[in-house]
């Protein structure tokens, strides 16, 4: 069993990507909902969480994602104190749940490397994208400002140096071609 690191810039493809892996049998583990899932219901995580944003970051069992995104764009600090607390929670659940895998098996993370989370990895997978591609694709699906897309892509790290593998994902191969790729890599 093998543990493989896919990530990628915002609308790189990571989701898209991740959902061709899921259709062919394989295990996904995607860090931002089951991150979301550790903050509402592990109650320690829960806890720090409310210490450094407030309690009405919850709305019963909804985490508002975007309550604390605008602090964290905001304030550095904050975003580094919720990484604390965040990262090594999921870290943790990521282990547990790929030694009781079967099958090779993935993760999805926007933020994998500087999450630590591709020290978990055999493997690590930067899927690529032009920016202009990139910038398209997260405004049909978010329905978001062309200016707040490219703020967010400017935030991001650029880590494709340091992955194993580079999967360009610009349209010229359909998404199953780029896993059959992918998958010529891994095994």
Same mark, same amino acid.
């Given at each position: 069993?093998?543990?493989?690191?896919?990530?990628?810039?915002?609308?790189?493809?990571?989701?898209?990507? /991740?959902?061709?892996?899921?259709?062919?049998?394989?295990?996904?583990?995607?860090?931002?909902?089951? /991150?979301?899932?550790? $903050?509402?219901?592990?109650?320690? &995580?829960?806890?720090?969480?409310?210490?450094?944003?407030?309690?009405?970051?919850?709305?019963?069992?909804?985490?508002?994602?975007?309550?604390?995104?605008?602090?964290?764009?905001?304030?550095?600090?904050?975003?580094?104190?919720?990484?604390?607390?965040?990262?090594?929670? &999921?870290?943790?659940?990521?282990?547990?749940?790929?030694?009781?895998?079967?099958?090779?098996?993935?993760?999805?993370?926007?933020?994998?490397?500087?999450?630590?989370?591709?020290?978990?990895?055999?493997?690590?997978?930067?899927?690529?994208?032009?920016?202009?591609?990139?910038?398209?694709?997260? $405004?049909?699906?978010?329905?978001?400002?062309?200016?707040?897309?490219?703020?967010?892509?400017? /935030?991001?790290?650029?880590?494709?140096?340091? /992955?194993? $593998?580079?999967?360009?994902?610009?349209?010229?191969?359909?998404?199953?071609?780029? &896993?059959?790729?992918?998958?010529?890599?891994?095994?």
């Amino acid at each position: 069993m093998q543990l493989i690191g896919l990530t990628g810039g915002i609308g790189s493809g990571k989701s898209t990507i /991740a959902r061709e892996i899921i259709s062919r049998g394989y295990p996904v583990y995607d860090t931002d909902r089951e /991150a979301k899932r550790i $903050i509402i219901h592990n109650p320690a &995580v829960r806890s720090q969480v409310e210490t450094i944003f407030g309690s009405d970051v919850f709305d019963g069992d909804q985490y508002l994602t975007e309550r604390v995104a605008a602090q964290v764009f905001a304030d550095e600090t904050l975003l580094a104190k919720l990484d604390a607390v965040v990262h090594p929670a &999921v870290a943790f659940d990521l282990h547990h749940w790929a030694k009781e895998q079967s099958k090779t098996c993935f993760v999805e993370s926007a933020i994998l490397f500087s999450s630590g989370l591709n020290k978990l990895c055999n493997k690590t997978v930067w899927i690529d994208a032009p920016e202009e591609l990139r910038i398209a694709r997260t $405004i049909a699906r978010d329905h978001s400002d062309i200016n707040k897309v490219r703020a967010r892509i400017r /935030a991001q790290h650029d880590d494709s140096a340091s /992955a194993d $593998i580079i999967l360009t994902n610009d349209g010229t191969k359909k998404v199953a071609q780029l &896993v059959d790729d992918l998958f010529l890599h891994i095994d």
